[in-house]
């Protein structure tokens, strides 16, 4: 088996079975093309047992929580059907390892993104709220730049609330943002945490989509 293929078959049972492993970049390097090459492979994995892609996802877009993770890029990661929630829906904890919530913003794409495009929110048709659980496979949550995007970004579930067209959504560039446990205020924050505003078009080499 190659490298990503190994590790592929080690992040999918511990994803499976519900157990953290060590960090793949204790015993091997992991670049960034390896790490990418081994979550496609995390991903067929689920595809072969029936899941469909529904969208993908960002990763440390907050400066913060890249900074409190010890990384320095975006990352993306793959979305499927098994991972959605509905909105309201309850998550089963023991379905994951240590999982932690976050909310975010989601976009529904209208029109495929193409390269040259100019302007990315053109290829935007709605706009929502959503709540992201995270649960990184690696003991103690603990993992570099190339374990956590061959981890698929720590993507566990998602719910997305209400779509909103984006013609009506008014100025996302500073959103208030509030998150409530049990009805008590958890945090807050502003879409202008996204590394500023979230529409702004930008690239980095962890999002290189000819390496995606």
Known sequence: MSTDAVFAAALDTAQRTVTSISQLSASATVGLDTAYATQHAVIARRQARGERLTGVKLGFTSRAKAQQMGVDDVIIGTLTDAMRLEDGAVFDRRSAIHPRVEPEVAYLLGADVSEGMSN?????????????????????????????????????????????????????????????????????????????????????????????
């Open 120 to 212: 990315l929110m053109d290829a935007v048709a709605a706009v929502a709220p959503a709540l992201e659980i995270i649960d990184s496979r690696y003991r103690d949550f603990r993992f570099s730049l190339g374990d956590v995007v061959a981890d698929n970004a720590s993507a566990a579930a998602y719910a997305i609330g209400p779509w909103t067209s984006i013609d009506t959504a008014g100025d996302l560039g500073n959103r208030a943002v509030r998150l409530e446990v049990d009805g008590r205020i958890s945090a807050t924050g502003s879409t202008a945490a996204i590394l500023g505003d979230p529409a702004r078009r930008r690239r980095s080499p962890g999002r290189n989509p000819e390496r995606y």
